[in-house]
């Protein structure tokens, strides 16, 4: 029996892939020394790999920033704003497409969630004048050098249908009418990989989503050109992050020799597909999750894999993670200080390749006792332990009523109590954060070592937060922040004063490029104890005249950017959290502070990929953050955040939310995410971003101007409010700064010719 992984985290155990990255971008390396680095991660993540027992290593899923856009490289899909002449997409020319060139004033592309989690990808941009070309030989030569070491490579491609859904047409065109030249290109990658491996993975997680007519119309041709090209090797059609329901037709019936199957989202599908299955076609069990960190239950999944054994037999049936492992931290065993109980619950992604091989060799006969024995006393233990319990928790949501679910007034009525806070016309703000400096990190890993004393560094931090605080004033904002200087991150910050929490020294992911998060574990019931933001926030509002907006984030985004327990329905979960927040609004706005923010950047994440099953989780939503936001006066103005979200489908329900002003992501996509708000006329205040936070560049005033009159193409000048993208925290002091000054005279600017 056969047995494999969907990919493999890039980011190395110690975040090796960030430090490379961000060193050659600051010129510190060279391209040479970045190539050598990642060929050593790669080496090692093989090595990972093979000695667990898995039967293949993923070869090409390692990426420098993300595997979209090595697809796009690969396809030479390069925006017109980086030139026309490209047969090669270099190292130079491939960051730019990422990042932006800020020399030459040029944009990154726009970047987007993939599906409902937080990894965000590059989105292809496909116009009139894109000709497809073999211009990124990243995936062949990768599968060569997995060869040369020694291994047995399955070489990872997203495939051609996904991509073309995923891709954003330019001007209007359409991307699906380059589907020739670009399923040209797949047959000559495809040909050349087939001589070189037994298996091809074609990444299509769109089968598992509302599929375009186009995505639908083109799927099975495009398959059968493909399957005709891997004429030595057979492709593995792989699904994942829900089961494949209304296009199983197109699944079964695309002639690929294999098909996979994500069984911890999609359990539900097994019995169908086994049913309908070719003869011809082979089933991948994705069964060890590859987006939470809890141990497979093996009691659980063995009966499962032992009935499709006996349908199918041992040589139809491969062994595997629900999806790549990209999704997972890397190495349960860097962490030292994990609490042993909750430690022996987990499972990473080393751990997870190996119980995939451990399944397999239990299905085939094998001595496994003791691990099995292990895992039933770790599943056990976490099922009965007090600590995943909280009676008091549970008693306080059962009595929670719907009038607390409801401000006191309607927006109209809320703004004329609000009129306290004297704002000009498009009132100026950032989002949250400023530049977590060097320093910064310092002073924060000394006092984590105890070189520090708590005295010390609370110390420092007001320092800190005196520095923002004047820095704003000199540049003129309207409503400020402290900064967050003593944020670590923002989910992981409150987690840690809440409890029912855990957290990792090393349980690091890949958000994009080289921006990595450390998702904090919720492991049991949700409460806090005491006040988390007030000292520092009141202190930030005692340095100033102008209003100070309270920093928190939203119940949603904490249960979608943490791993959550799976012993619980997440909307309980998340009413659990909306409970702390709530709470922490309520002393916020007894010490003086009137304007809150309730982050919500995760809020689109969440929902479910196909629209049949969102209903129910839009509900739960919506009523987590009424829950946390609702318990305050009128004359409190509420604020939300959402990053990188496509609002038509559900701006109604945003509306529904309540938030006195919402901002939102905007500037890479030109203000065309504000659509939205032009079908439907959202009642409230909006803020949409003038400045990308994630690109280094700094926008002129002019530039703002232009996106700030966009914005009033489609928002009354009386409801818009002027800010970056998102928060501050990667950038630089000095870049950070001049573009805020450019934002702040951009609405000085506009003000003159819009006279409240």
Not at 105 to 132: G, Q, R
Not at 239 to 246: L, P
Not at 275 to 291: K, T, Y
């Amino acid at each position: 029996m056969k047995t494999h992984i969907l990919g493999f985290p890039r980011i190395g155990v110690n975040r090796e892939l960030k430090r490379a990255l961000e060193s050659y971008w600051k010129g510190n390396i060279s391209k040479e020394d970045l190539q050598s680095r990642s060929q050593q991660l790669r080496n090692q993540h093989w090595t990972i790999q093979k000695e667990a027992g898995l039967t293949y290593v993923s070869s090409a899923d390692f990426s420098l920033y993300d595997q979209m856009l090595d697809t796009s490289a690969m396809l030479g899909a390069v925006p017109l704003r980086f030139g026309t002449q490209w047969d090669h997409v270099d190292l130079d020319l491939y960051f730019k497409m990422a990042r932006g060139d800020a020399a030459a004033n040029l944009p990154a592309m726009e970047m987007t969630k993939w599906f409902d989690t937080n990894y965000h990808y590059i989105v292809p941009e496909i116009s009139h004048s894109f000709a497809a070309k073999f211009a990124s030989r990243k995936v062949i030569e990768e599968t060569h050098e997995a060869l040369a070491a020694g291994f047995k490579p399955k070489p990872v491609l997203i495939g051609p249908i996904s991509y073309l859904s995923l891709a954003k047409g330019m001007h209007g065109f359409n991307p699906w009418h380059k589907f020739e030249q670009i399923i040209q290109v797949y047959t000559d990658v495809i040909a050349e990989l087939s001589s070189l491996c037994d298996w091809i993975q074609m990444d299509e997680p769109v089968l598992c989503s509302d599929m375009s007519d186009d995505a639908r119309k083109y799927f099975l041709p495009a398959y059968q050109i493909l399957n005709q090209a891997a004429s030595q090797s057979k492709l593995m059609l792989t699904t994942y992050f829900d089961a494949i329901d209304e296009h199983l037709d197109l699944a079964l019936g695309s002639g690929c020799a294999g098909l996979h199957l994500d069984l911890v989202r999609g359990k539900r599908q097994i019995e169908n597909v086994l049913h309908q299955l070719p003869d011809s076609m082979l089933i991948s069990a994705g069964i060890v999750d590859g987006r939470n960190v809890w141990k497979t239950d093996f009691q659980q999944t063995i009966p499962i894999l032992n009935i499709m054994k006996e349908m199918l037999g041992s040589e139809r049936l491969m062994i595997g993670s629900s999806c790549s492992l990209l999704h997972s931290p890397m190495d349960l065993e860097q962490e030292k200080i994990l609490d042993n109980e909750i430690k022996n619950w987990m499972s990473f992604a080393v751990q997870k390749c190996a119980e995939v091989n451990i399944l397999a060799e239990v299905l085939e006969g094998g001595n496994n006792s003791d691990a099995i024995e292990a895992n039933i006393a770790a599943i056990k233990s976490r099922s009965i332990s007090r600590r995943v319990h909280n009676e008091d928790v549970r008693a306080r949501c059962a009595e929670i009523v719907p009038e607390m679910l409801q401000r006191q007034s309607e927006y109209a009525n809320r703004k004329m109590a609000q009129s306290w806070l004297a704002l000009p016309l498009f009132p100026t703000t950032t989002i949250g954060s400023f530049p977590q400096t060097a320093e910064i990190r310092i002073q924060r890993n000394r006092f984590r070592k105890g070189e520090i004393t708590t005295s010390q560094y609370e110390s420092f931090i007001r320092d800190e937060i005196r520095h923002v605080v004047k820095q704003q004033e000199q540049i003129g904002l309207d409503v400020l922040v402290h900064g967050e200087a003593e944020r670590n991150d923002m989910v992981e910050y409150f987690g840690q004063q809440l409890d029912g929490f855990c957290f990792t020294e090393n349980g690091w992911v890949q958000s994009y490029g080289s921006r990595c998060v450390k998702p904090p574990i919720i492991f049991g019931d949700v409460e806090r104890q005491s006040a988390m933001t007030v000292d520092y926030l009141t202190l930030a509002q005692s340095l100033t005249e102008k209003p100070m907006k309270g920093m928190l984030t939203g119940p949603v985004t904490i249960l979608c950017w943490s791993f959550v327990r799976d012993d619980l329905a997440r909307s309980a979960v998340c009413q659990q959290i909306a409970l702390a927040i709530r709470d922490e609004v309520s002393d916020l706005e007894a010490a003086g502070i009137r304007i809150i923010q309730i982050d919500e950047p995760a809020f689109r994440e969440g929902l479910p990929i196909k629209n049949k099953n969102r209903q129910d989780y839009l509900t739960w939503a919506v009523q987590a953050f009424r829950l946390a936001t609702t318990g305050v006066e009128d004359a409190t103005q509420i604020h939300t955040h959402m990053c990188y979200s496509e609002f038509n489908q559900i701006i109604e329900v945003i509306a529904d939310m309540d938030a006195d002003v919402i901002s939102i992501e905007s500037s890479r996509s030109k203000m065309e995410l504000l659509d939205a708000f032009q079908i439907f006329e959202y009642p409230n205040e909006i803020g949409p971003g003038v400045y990308d936070i994630h690109s280094p560049r700094i926008p002129s005033v002019e530039e703002m101007v232009v996106l700030i009159e966009k914005a009033l193409e489609r928002i009354p000048a009386e409801r818009l409010w002027v800010n970056p993208d998102c928060g501050l925290k990667t950038r630089g002091w000095p870049e950070a700064t001049q573009a805020l000054i450019n934002m702040v005279n951009a609405a000085k600017d506009l003000r003159k010719k819009y006279p409240k």
